[in-house]
Every structure is written in structure tokens, then in C-alpha cells.
């Protein structure tokens, strides 16, 4: 990368420009515009995201206060928080989903060799919603389950390798999660980690008849007939590992193939909880560790709430409300991306709070996202400040 260039530029540069003018001309994002293009409105987000600007005057400020530095970084039009909030209102929110959707792509291509805890021989998916609250007078059209108050829910699908989300979905806060199986394309061989929020055995039974997995933890309620138990070798941590079949008739006729049941202890604290799934290969042990990586996806619920612009947003449509939150997917997957292909040692955080203070630096990104000296000044005792002698 050629010394000089800002570093919001340099990150920018790994974005596939090919591919977002290819989108940008499918929904005709360009059509009429003459002085602020989707391509502006894109990198003003980006930049909104990156540096923590909560609200339009806030993005334009201090981007007229680089008024110079603007063209550098790859802005041609003028910024104005009014011609901002009509693109963010009137463009569509498909194009920067669907340019966030190949950025997914290229990222999971990138942590495909990721190394886990766990060797598995397929892909597995962590599965969950969030709900972005939203206030009832400002957003009427996200009417949420409880008088008074508002909202949108956030499907995700996780890909635990590098924690990179593949599928993001919206719907109306009220609509319980076990609808996003109606949506969900099984992928055969793939194990998917869901919370008992998702136990509905016809669409699980749908996942099994298509080849796919799925681990998930039981409901107090489930009444289930024990046909074998399997010998185990950790009795710490594994309560029992058994086939069960279903008791219930209704739950026995959509799911009518046996189960696995597993109940996992905590050695600390002595608490169990009970797991169910329809793989048998797997030891009980790789289920137990397998389930962990659950939490995954509610670190990457909090990352992007902490550290990404999803709470305040910057129009109140849902136009606007959806180009933001997939504007906010397109730029944490920018960084993993960036993050990989530099070989980057530091974490997501890390690395997003580096960009946020060095975004109109003029040195190499590489430069930029070094870390280890910092982690050597504050190991070394020498270089701390002594604020109280002997």
C-alpha cells in the first residue's frame, strides 16, 4: 500500500468496488442522482460507523471539518446531513444487502481454515435474534408484543468459524423465533446451535429429512422414552448420553425418529442442563464443547451494539432502519476481512477501535493495526509511570 494514502482509504480499498457498482446499477441506486451517490452514502456510513458519529449533524461536522481531505478518501459529493437522510430514506436497502452478502461471502472464504477446539468435518452455524428497541413516536411502524413499546428482531445465522454472520434477516419484534426456521435453506452435513427457543419438531424433523443437524437444549417439559444408554467416560462433566424417542403423540408424529439426549454438568458449580440433537457420531464430550460455541453469536449480538451505530439511528423509516443495520453487518465484516488478510493478531474490538482514531492518519494500515508494541509497554514494568516512591 502506497505511504501517504489516509487509512479510511487504505480500508476502503479492500472493499470489491466491481461488485458494489454491478449492485448499485441492479437496483438503479444511481438513477437521477447527480451529486451524492449510493457510493458517497455508503463511505459517510462507513465512516459513521467506524469513528462512533451519532447522528446526521454529528457525520456531517466533522466531515466538513476535512472538507480537504474528503476526495482522498474517496467522497466526491457534498456532504449535507439533508442529502444524506434522503438516501438513507428513499435508496434501496437491498443494494448495501445484498454488497454486505458478498462481503459475507469472501470473508467465510477467507476463515474457512480457522482453527477451532474441535475438529469437525462440517460447517456449524449458531442460530439466535436480538431485538433493537425502537421508541413507538418516532418509529409507529415497529409495533413489538408489548403495549407501548417497539421494536425490530434481528435473525442471524453464525458461522462460528471466525464468527462471521451469513444470514441476517429482519422481522416485527412480536414474531417468535422459531418462524426463522421457515426461512432457514438447510445446508446437508452442517450442524446448526440453537437455544430452546427454536424447539418445534416439525421444522426440526424438515433439518433431519435434509441432511442437516441440529443441537439444542431441551425444554423442561419434554417427556421422552429412554431405549439405550451409552457408556460414558467423563462423568464429571456428562450426566448421561441416551437414544430417546418422543412419548407425546402429537410431538411423536411430526418427529417420529429417535433422539439423542445429553445432559452436560458444570464441575464448578454443579448446574446441568439437558441437550438434544440428532447427531450420534459425535462423543458426548464434542457435544458438550460443540454447544459452547453457541455463545458466539450472543458476543456478536454485544459487539455490534457496543461498538457499531445500531441504537441510534440516523432516519426513522424502515428504508433507513434496514441500509443502517446492513451498512453496520458491511462493516464488521470488512474489518474481519481486513483483519485476516493482513494477519492481524489483535481482536475485532481491537482492530475497529485502532481505525477509530486513525481513520485521517497517512500511514500503511499495516502500521496502523500494529499492536504487539503496545502490549509490550504495558507488560514492561520499566516503561510504567511511577506515581508513588518508596
Not at 449458531?126 to 413516536?137: F, K, P, Q, R, V
Not at 435434509?210 to 456428562?238: C, Q
Not at 500511514?363 to 520499566?382: M, R
Request: with cysteine; proline share 4%.
Amino acid at each position: 500500500m502506497p505511504a501517504g494514502r489516509y487509512v479510511f482509504a487504505q480500508l476502503m480499498q479492500h472493499l470489491p468496488m466491481h461488485t458494489f457498482r454491478r449492485v448499485v446499477a441492479r437496483y438503479a441506486g444511481d438513477r437521477y442522482v447527480k451529486r451524492f451517490s449510493c457510493l458517497d452514502q455508503f463511505l459517510c456510513m462507513a465512516f459513521a460507523q467506524i469513528t462512533g458519529r451519532e447522528s446526521l449533524r454529528d457525520i456531517e461536522i466533522c466531515l466538513r471539518a476535512h472538507q480537504a481531505k474528503l476526495y482522498h478518501l474517496g467522497i466526491r459529493g457534498h456532504i449535507a446531513r439533508s442529502a444524506l437522510a434522503d438516501a438513507n430514506e428513499q435508496r434501496d436497502w437491498r443494494i448495501y444487502a445484498e454488497f454486505a452478502k458478498r462481503l459475507i461471502a469472501t470473508a467465510r472464504s477467507l476463515y474457512a481454515n480457522e482453527p477451532l477446539d474441535i475438529e469437525l468435518a462440517h460447517t456449524t452455524y449458531a442460530l439466535d435474534s436480538t431485538t433493537i428497541e425502537l421508541c413507538l413516536s418516532v418509529f409507529p411502524w415497529a409495533r413489538a408484543m408489548h403495549a407501548g413499546r417497539g421494536g425490530i428482531k434481528l435473525h442471524t445465522l453464525l458461522d462460528i468459524r471466525g464468527a462471521i454472520p451469513t444470514v441476517v434477516r429482519f422481522s416485527e419484534s412480536r414474531q417468535h423465533d422459531v418462524h426463522m426456521l421457515d426461512h432457514l435453506v438447510p445446508e446437508p452435513g452442517a450442524i446448526y446451535l440453537m437455544d430452546r427457543a427454536y424447539l418445534d419438531f416439525e421444522r426440526l424433523y424438515r433439518l433431519h429429512s435434509e441432511g442437516a443437524f441440529f443441537l439444542m437444549r431441551a425444554k423442561k417439559n419434554l417427556r421422552v422414552r429412554r431405549r439405550y444408554s451409552h457408556p460414558v467416560d467423563d462423568r464429571t462433566r456428562i450426566g448421561c448420553d441416551q437414544t430417546v424417542v418422543l412419548v407425546r403423540e402429537v410431538a411423536y408424529t411430526k418427529y417420529p425418529c429417535p433422539l439423542r439426549r445429553v445432559r452436560v454438568r458444570d464441575p464448578d458449580s454443579g448446574q446441568s442442563i439437558v441437550l438434544l440433537t440428532n447427531h450420534f457420531a459425535l462423543p458426548a464430550t464434542t457435544i458438550s464443547a460443540l454447544y459452547r460455541h453457541r455463545w458466539q453469536i450472543e458476543i456478536f449480538f454485544k459487539w455490534i451494539k457496543q461498538h457499531l451505530r445500531i441504537k441510534a439511528f440516523f432516519g426513522t423509516s424502515p428504508n433507513a432502519v434496514k441500509t443502517q443495520v446492513w451498512i453496520a453487518v458491511a462493516v464488521y465484516v470488512l474489518v474481519a476481512i481486513v483483519r485476516k488478510r493482513l494477519g492481524v493478531d489483535a481482536s475485532l474490538y481491537e482492530v475497529l477501535q485502532i481505525l477509530s482514531v486513525t481513520v485521517f492518519e497517512q500511514t500503511t494500515l499495516e502500521c496502523a493495526l500494529q499492536h504487539h508494541d503496545l502490549h509490550n509497554l504495558v507488560d514492561d514494568p520499566a516503561k510504567q509511570l511511577i506515581l508513588f516512591g518508596d
